[in-house]
């Protein structure tokens, strides 16, 4: 496969683990497009399960981004179907990621495929997204904060997270069939909507929410990320 190898960080598809006998965990990225915070949970998955990040596209080099949502799931669908023909399939999304990976699970299951795990962190609605254009601006660059000092092109970057924030408002989530696994924020101000609340209508199954003792933007740091990595862990073995 030509999009990316271990050494191509910036690459769409980013190798966490590409050893172990059971089907992959594929994490997709959250608004600052990389997928490098997901390394953490490398430490509290299991040990036979390959794990990939999907990024976005843009960032290594001179590619066109994705000018609708669907556009961006369907370019999606093809990188995970590329190391993974067929189902079950186990998607894990972080905000942004969230959207894009409860809409790669609906297009996979109306081609007839298994979700197996359709995990979610922090993930609010478009609809529900109830901040100002200041306000958006501002956590667009927070998140871009995070990696601003260790990319080769900040300019690149920040037009790739742009576009992804302008498009998150297209996104019209259709039904998954099945339980979602969703982990929130505890140390985030209450919401008008609970964000378990809010994805109701959109899953036929359980919303099953765990509270996680850290704020959107600390997630992926180390004790929040060993108890999300001990959860998935445990859901995907049928640890009630």
Do not use: K
């Amino acid at each position: 496969m030509s999009t990316a190898t271990r050494t191509d960080d910036l690459g769409v598809v980013l190798e966490l683990r590409t050893s172990g006998g059971e089907p992959p965990l594929f994490c997709i990225h959250p608004g600052f497009a990389l997928c490098w915070a997901y390394a953490v949970l490398l430490r509290s998955l299991g040990r036979d399960l390959p794990v990939y990040g999907i990024q976005a596209r843009g960032i290594a080099g001179d590619e066109q981004l994705p000018a609708t949502f669907d556009d961006l799931t369907t370019d999606y669908l093809e990188l995970i179907s590329a190391i993974q023909p067929r189902g079950p399939y186990r998607l894990l999304g972080w905000s942004f990621g969230g959207l894009a990976a409860h809409a790669l699970a609906t297009a996979l299951q109306a081609r007839g495929e298994r979700v197996e795990l359709l995990a979610m962190m922090d993930t609010i609605l478009a609809s529900d997204f109830e901040l100002s254009s200041v306000e958006q601006r501002d956590q667009v660059e927070r998140e871009f904060a995070a990696v601003r000092d260790i990319v080769p092109d900040p300019d690149r970057l920040l037009a790739v997270v742009h576009n992804l924030n302008v498009i998150r408002a297209q996104f019209s989530p259709s039904r998954f069939e099945g339980d979602v696994l969703l982990f929130t924020a505890a140390h985030e101000a209450p919401r008008a909507t609970p964000i378990a609340q809010s994805w109701l209508p959109h899953v036929t199954g359980r919303t099953i929410e765990h509270r996680i003792a850290c704020d959107h933007l600390t997630m992926m740091t180390a004790r929040p990320a060993a108890d999300i990595g001990r959860i998935i862990t445990a859901t995907l073995r049928g640890d009630p």
